[in-house]
């Protein structure tokens, strides 16, 4: 039993799975307001005329090796169905999300903890993981974003649960089935996006490190799963559109500033991260990481050496900036850091659960008046910090709450309708009066910034248009503080008249 908590055990656990339920929430209301832009309707007007061979050739020949991310865009439901369903493919990835989270915890843990303990522990990860994602809209709402990075984050904790299942089955059989699946799970997410393929290639070397002589039994399963990675590694890095497009970023290959950018961005990253998961951390070792020490005295899982996994852990958060630094010459925007962000919420806590181990594995858990009252005002800090003005989970309540996000919605229907009806070959169309921020990309852009991108033309061509320009300036998506008063000025006035 966790240290001190006795019959207020089941109280915690029960706010947090509480806590969970609150953090997914507003995300799920919001994918009735989800609507397509930038990259995907030239992603549909591609893969719509295209063949999927000639497509695949194509952009690994032209512009990138992701050969997974380009083969799963061929779902763009802009190609096959109605804009609504898009709303669904975003709900579909939350559950995604969540149900991978869910099964992967549950697996290292239910050896300890009931079914409730379980999903409070996915809710506080769940939690952690949202309210400070680099980019909501990104990573959740646009299919273009997460099919490259959310979905590959997803694929990453099935083949968490292969890999750990791999661990703990006996017989040939089902070692090679759980090996394949990992080899196919990890080639999907090796070919997604270079982030992701950085931190599976450090996760492989790191089990085979940590595990090579301690079981004789599991080393060919996992050499051979190595070798594929390997392989599929290479045929990502090395295809010809990677070279092809690197003279058109700012500065590529600059080893200087690659090395001195990712060492100065993963310190950023510590700082700008930490604090959160620290309060999300305390938490979790009073509640479940102590108990988990005490009793997985021969877990394979956590029988690794510490600071081989810390080591492990900073070297492919570092790798990951100095990749992207290598390519491109700039600092990872926030829809590469939705990978980066995922990887060091992974890596935190299960560092955090060996440092654990090593110190509470042979020692007795004693109970202490200050281990009965710490947890509750470390889940007070966790709940100012989901609650806080500028959390993302504040932002979607918020949108939601303003009407921002249904007016939005609005909008772009009377926008599309207008587009569908109209016999004008160069259309013209009101700019949007709100931008939420839980959903805003680029939808349409001033004439000016769209001869750069492209974004007015990809959408005039999937409607079938010559061209469409916006009648008016792009608004300022308004900060959260501004909204609040928004929101209290249309109370006050409801309540006047």
């Known amino acids: 039993m966790p240290i001190g908590l006795g019959v207020a055990k089941r109280q915690y656990t029960i706010i947090l799975v509480l806590v969970g339920f609150y953090t997914l929430l507003p995300f799920l209301i919001l994918t009735a307001y989800v609507h397509p832009s930038y990259d995907d309707y030239q992603i549909a007007l591609r893969d719509g005329v295209g063949g999927f061979w000639e497509t695949q050739a194509d952009i690994y020949f032209n512009w990138s090796g992701r050969y997974f991310a380009t083969a799963i865009s061929r779902i763009n439901p802009l190609i096959y169905w109605p804009l609504s369903v898009y709303n669904l493919y975003a709900a579909a990835l939350l559950v995604l999300l969540t149900g991978a989270f869910y099964f992967l915890i549950r697996a290292v843990c239910k050896k300890y903890f009931s079914e409730l303990e379980i999903a409070a522990i996915c809710s506080v990860i769940l939690a952690v993981y949202f309210v400070q994602m ?18 590959a984050n997803i694929l990453t904790l099935l083949l968490l649960l292969c890999l750990y299942q ?18 196919v799970l990890a080639t999907a997410v090796i070919g997604s996006n270079e982030m992701s393929l950085v931190g599976v290639m450090v996760l492989l070397t790191f089990i085979l490190f940590t595990s090579w ?13 190595f070798v594929i ?17 690197m003279p058109t970023q700012n500065n590529p290959a600059n080893l200087v500033l690659s090395v001195t950018g990712a060492l100065g ?14 309060a999300a951390s305390l938490l979790y070792a009073l509640l479940w990481g102590i108990p988990i020490a005490s009793k997985a005295k021969n877990s394979i899982f ?30 990872a925007g926030t829809r590469v850091e939705i990978v980066i962000y995922f990887f060091f919420v992974l890596g935190w806590f299960y560092n955090l659960q060996l440092l654990l181990n090593r110190y509470f594995k042979e020692k007795p858990v004693t109970e202490t008046t200050l281990s009965k009252l710490l947890p509750a005002p470390l889940l007070f800090l966790l709940l100012l910090s989901l609650t806080n003005i500028n959390s993302n989970i504040t932002t979607a309540y918020l949108d939601l709450i303003s009407g921002n996000a249904q007016v939005f919605d609005e909008e772009l229907n009377r926008r599309y309708s207008y587009i569908y009806h109209s016999s004008c070959s160069s259309c ?23 001869e750069e991108m492209g974004v007015n033309d990809s959408f005039a061509a999937y409607w079938g248009k010559q061209h469409v ?29």
């Open 134 to 151: 680099p980019d909501i809209a990104q990573g959740i709402y646009w299919f273009s974003g997460y099919m490259t990075y959310q979905f």
């Open 166 to 183: 791999f661990f703990h089955v006996t017989g040939r059989l089902f070692k090679m089935i759980y090996i394949l699946l990992s080899a």
């Open 213 to 225: 002589n301690k079981s004789f039994t599991n080393r060919p399963y996992l050499f051979f799963l």
């Open 229 to 245: 990675c390997v392989a599929a590694s290479l045929t990502a890095v090395l295809a010809p559109g990677n070279y092809a497009r």
């Open 265 to 278: 961005l993963t310190a950023i990253a510590f700082y700008k991260w930490g604090a959160v998961v620290v």
């Open 302 to 331: 956590f029988e690794v050496n510490f600071s081989v996994a810390i080591i492990s852990y900073v070297a492919s958060v570092t790798l990951m900036y100095f990749v992207f630094a290598w390519a491109t010459g700039d600092r």
């Open 428 to 450: 013209s169309v009101p700019a949007l009066s709100v931008l939420p921020k839980s959903l805003y990309i680029l939808h349409m852009l001033p004439k000016s910034e769209s």
């Open 469 to 497: 320009e916006l009648e008016g300036p792009v608004p300022d998506i308004k900060d959260n503080i501004e909204i609040v008063k928004d929101i209290g000025k249309g109370l006050r006035n409801r309540l006047l008249d």
